[in-house]
């Protein structure tokens, strides 16, 4: 009986494509498949390292309708490489599903750890990292978002949120309204070439981004209550 094969989480750069492993490179090389959720992204990536492995596209939408097939392909013998389009996948990513299914399938799992945009910007902050939350995204509806807040309003952790630039104030008003005027540090494109990291509050937050329309992905970190 031919064994399965196996299934690699590669973290991928967020910016900055020397951001990644040297293991990861190989990983990237030597599998039979990736399975990417952005393929034109990837194959940048693969192209700049000369990398030539077969690229498919697996992403939010048409999870469900790939996923017996690379199942299948993994108990066939062959190994995949699965990336996100930045960072480490699962985190706010796709992979959830397929990771899910190669556990049921007794697949084995190897993580390839690398960057993340919530950790580098963590790291930054200036902020407790002892114990903290990772939120992501909350949902862009006002008031599912607002009751989440409300959730966090008394959490003395550190908090992480993933932002859009078109949503960022309207989420920097409903944070000083429901949480206060803490301290906030908001990264913004880390390591692209226009990296910008914010430390203040977040009122002085709200007339930065006021003034300047938001551009990029951001990172948000706010500090717990102080009770």
Request: overall charge neutral.
């Amino acid at each position: 009986m031919q064994p399965n094969g196996t299934l690699y989480l590669v973290s991928t750069p967020i910016g900055n494509l020397e951001d990644i492993t040297l293991r990861a490179l190989r990983i990237l090389g030597e599998v039979g498949l990736i399975a990417a959720e952005d393929t034109r992204r990837t194959r940048q990536l693969l192209t700049h390292y000369n990398i030539e492995t077969s690229v498919v596209s697996f992403f939010q939408g048409n999870e469900r309708a790939k996923l017996e097939g690379l199942i299948d392909q993994l108990r066939s013998g062959k190994s995949i490489a699965l990336v996100s389009d930045a960072g480490t996948p699962t985190i706010s990513d796709p992979g959830y599903l397929l990771v899910v299914g190669a556990i049921k399938a007794e697949i084995i799992i190897v993580p390839i750890p690398g960057v993340t945009a919530c950790m580098s910007a963590a790291s930054v902050s200036g902020m407790p990292l002892h114990n903290f939350a990772f939120e992501g995204f909350l949902s862009p509806k006002s008031g599912k978002r607002r009751r989440k807040l409300i959730e966090l309003s008394q959490d003395e952790r550190t908090i992480i949120f993933y932002e859009s630039p078109h949503r960022l104030v309207k989420f920097l008003v409903d944070v000083l309204e429901i949480l206060g005027d803490r301290r906030i540090c908001i990264a913004r494109e880390l390591t692209k070439k226009f990296e910008e990291i914010f430390y203040g509050t977040v009122s002085e937050a709200i007339d930065k981004f006021t003034d300047q329309p938001p551009r990029g992905e951001f990172t948000v970190v706010v500090a717990g209550v102080d009770l």
